[in-house]
T-cell receptor, first 115, second 114 residues
């Protein structure tokens, strides 16, 4: 069964550094998402992306975050200048459509540790 | 805003015990409701869903019924197995929004002992 792939599984970075988290969504899917889960807290929506632009973003997704689909397969989340509070598990997801009948398929996540 | 509240965990049960994980929600519209499961070292997987009131979602012996009057979607299983040990997330999603977001509960860690 096709799956969403995320790399790396664990990323350690120093405060103030830029980090790029990578995702390969399922190939025929058109909608892409990033979620994050700070340890011990809820899984939170960050952003959704469709047709090469952001379709929705949360209040968490401020100017230090950006997303990109640089080629036909990758979907990336960039954090420009990481802070300690960005330490979390980041989940990528994709869906075939944006409707409720089109479920989200999640990757295994990237654990980001900012020191 | 929209939110989901799950019963506090962790939950520890013996094999073949009955499981209930409570979930209640608040939403501005008419949401669809979901349970996701995360096995150790893996991503979130859709376990079951219900899209309208009184619908029952079921999968792998798990069930949940969409109760609009009590705004609840409690997860149940009659006889748990060790392999059910995982974190369970209740979530809602609202219709009418392109690429509509999932709103998750806190997650409930379930451990089933042999």
């Amino acid at each position: 069964e096709p799956e969403v792939t995320q790399t790396p599984s664990h990323q350690v970075t120093q405060m103030g550094q830029e980090v790029i988290l990578r995702c390969v969504p399922i190939s025929n899917h058109l909608y892409f998402y990033w979620y994050r889960q700070i340890l011990g807290q809820k899984v939170e929506f960050l952003v959704s992306f469709y047709n090469n632009e952001i379709s929705e973003k949360s209040e968490i997704f401020d100017d230090q975050f950006s997303v990109e689909r640089p080629d036909g397969s990758n979907f990336t989340l960039k954090i420009r200048s990481t802070k300690l509070e960005d330490s979390a598990m980041y989940f990528c997801a994709s869906s075939e459509m944006g409707t409720l009948n089109s479920p989200l398929h999640f990757g295994n996540g990237t654990r980001l540790t900012v020191t | 805003g929209d939110s989901v509240t799950q019963m506090e965990g962790p939950v520890t049960l013996s094999e073949e015990a009955f499981l209930t994980i409570n979930c209640t929600y608040t939403a501005t519209g008419y949401p669809s409701l979901f349970w996701y499961v995360q096995y150790p070292g893996e991503g979130l997987q859709l376990l079951l869903k219900a899209t309208k009131a009184d619908d029952k979602g079921s999968n792998k012996g798990f069930e949940a019924t969409y109760r609009k009057e009590t705004t609840s979607f409690h997860l149940e299983k009659g006889s748990v197995q060790v392999s059910d040990s995982a974190v369970y997330f209740c979530a809602l999603r609202l219709d009418g929004t392109s690429g509509s977001r999932l709103t998750f509960g806190e997650g409930t860690q379930l451990t089933v002992n042999p």
